[in-house]
């Protein structure tokens, strides 16, 4: 059993796993983020349960996927009414505080916490509504995404960089004022928007980043990138240009970097704090994010798809009982998560719990680490049919209702280059990992699920007409600022 203790648990937007220094990206500076993994643990192959905010964030609290909560998109979203672990350890008496980015419905929502500081949720209660429209086969496209992750890259500022920093004031209040005096294990959840972009970034991250140091990535280029049905769709719904600018593309991977050592800086503010008070003998650290970023490889930006870029995320702990410096490879997810942080502040699970689909990770941080497989499943914007990712050892199969399967051997081609369907080298492996895929969920019906659901949002918001002359919402924009909403096309 873990011995109870506090928990401060990081979570940001959109950070590529790859993209730390303790991953072994050769550029980007992450100090705070190595010395978690240097003083504990680092999950080398953990996933989020479906690349977009809202979806992943529904099944981080529920500890549940996308296809058993029906959170399928940026609109239709976590309410409170499912249970969480906020709820699950608030309940047994333990403070559980957020402070920032929590994307979830609404502060009116019981969403499981003692206390909701500078609260983040989608837009006026109703969130990207035009993602629904892929329920009717006739989702515009994303307007503005091409700006927003590649010509707005360079020099200058954003809103979430703001942001970021009053969420770190707000953590660093608490934990003086609170923290440091409460008796019980408490949770403070820190949750920044970036590195979401744009990836405008201050002049002094900038110069971190000579843009002709960056590394490219992996088929960026229209004769190397991928021509699967599914992946052109996307494409053509987020708006991506053919990419042949390699200087664009050293330019997007410069900010991002220097997005992302922004929030490793916001952390460490956090974390020093945490020292000068005394509470790191006492407290757990834990970081993560709810998705990956592609920044250009396989010819894509964002997220929205299960190649690893998109789906695998950070995931950091470090503690006074942790191991120190080491590195962990069971597949792990963001659905493991509910019943670690339950037992973390000695809580405990309830009958309510007993068909959750993860389980405590404390034991693999310890070395007891056990095969399992890995499962994710994406069904909103640019997706023109469901697609569900199934990992075993070290294959990886994404199953695309109505196209055709990908199949990826993780250890001979980490990057996802060599699709072995396309090839005719994987069928029989695929078979194999589609039928235990099937043991999860039945892919065709989680599709007409998740279309139906979206039809019947879509209609409760006004329809299709109204939906379409609304616009599309670029990105959720924080407290007090005015929504970015382009007209559809």
């Known amino acids: 059993m873990t011995r109870p203790s506090n928990v401060i648990f990081f979570f940001s937007d959109n950070h590529n796993a790859a993209v730390m220094g303790c991953a072994g990206h050769p550029c980007v500076q992450t100090p705070t983020m190595d010395r978690i993994a240097r003083d504990g643990v680092r999950f080398t192959n953990a996933y989020c349960a479906g690349p977009l905010c809202c979806p992943s964030r529904a099944a981080l609290a529920t500890g549940r996927y996308t296809h058993q909560t029906g959170t399928w998109d940026n609109a239709i979203v976590y309410d409170g009414t499912a249970p969480s672990w906020m709820r699950r350890i608030r309940d047994q008496g333990h403070e559980v505080v957020s402070v ?3 994307h979830f419905r609404a502060t009116e929502d019981d969403n499981g916490f003692s206390e909701e500081r500078l609260p983040m949720h ?43 920093e009053n969420i770190t004031k707000s953590a660093i209040s608490w934990l003086r004022e609170e923290g440091a005096t409460r008796d019980q294990p408490w949770v403070l959840f820190v949750s920044y928007p970036s590195p979401h972009p744009s990836f405008r970034i201050p002049k002094r991250l900038w110069d971190l980043y000579p843009v002709e140091d960056m590394p490219l990535p992996p088929q960026f280029s229209p004769g190397e990138r991928p021509m699967h049905p599914a992946i052109e769709h996307l ?11 390699e200087d664009a593309l050293r330019r997007v991977a410069a900010g991002y970097c220097g997005l992302i050592t922004h929030v490793d800086e916001q952390m460490g ?96 941080t310890g070395g007891d680490e056990r095969s399992r497989i890995g499962f994710a499943e994406y069904h909103a914007a640019g997706s023109k049919a469901g697609s569900f990712m199934l990992r075993d050892g070290n294959m990886k199969l994404i199953y695309h209702v109505g196209m055709p399967s990908q199949l990826f051997d993780l250890d001979k081609d980490p990057n996802e280059l060599r699709d072995l369907i396309a090839d005719g080298s994987g069928v029989e492996t695929a ?9 999860i969920c039945d892919p065709e019906d989680v599709d007409a699920r998740a279309k139906a659901a979206q039809r019947a949002k879509a209609d409760h918001w006004g329809g299709l007409d ?8 670029v990105i959720t924009p924080p407290p007090g600022i005015e929504p970015d909403l382009r007209p559809t096309e």
Not at 143 to 161: C, F, K, N, P, R
Not at 431 to 439: G, Q, S, V, Y
Not at 466 to 473: A, H, N, R
């Open 235 to 245: 494409r053509g719904i987020m708006d991506t240009q053919e990419m042949t600018d």
């Open 100 to 102: 920032g980015k929590l």
């Open 269 to 364: 503010a956090v974390m020093d704090v945490a020292e000068e008070l005394g509470l790191l003998d006492t407290t757990r650290i834990m970081y993560s994010s709810d998705h990956g970023d592609l920044h250009g490889a396989h010819g894509l930006f964002g997220k929205s798809c299960l190649y690893d870029g998109s789906v695998d995320v950070p995931l950091l702990m470090s503690g006074p009982d942790i191991p120190k410096g080491r590195t962990v490879e069971q597949v792990v997810s963001h659905v493991d998560l509910f019943p670690t942080l339950v037992e973390a502040v000695g809580a405990k699970l309830t009958d309510e719990d007993a068909d959750l689909p993860g389980i405590s990770l404390w034991p693999a």
């Open 466 to 473: 109204s939906i379409l002359k609304e616009g599309t919402l």
């Open 122 to 164: 989608i837009l006026n209660g109703r969130g990207g509504v035009h993602m629904l429209l892929r329920g009717f086969d006739r989702e515009p496209k994303a307007t503005g995404q091409w700006e927003l992750y590649v010509e707005d890259s360079g020099i200058g500022t954003a809103h979430y960089q703001d942001f970021d």
């Open 431 to 439: 078979k194999r990992l589609e039928a235990i895929l099937r043991t």
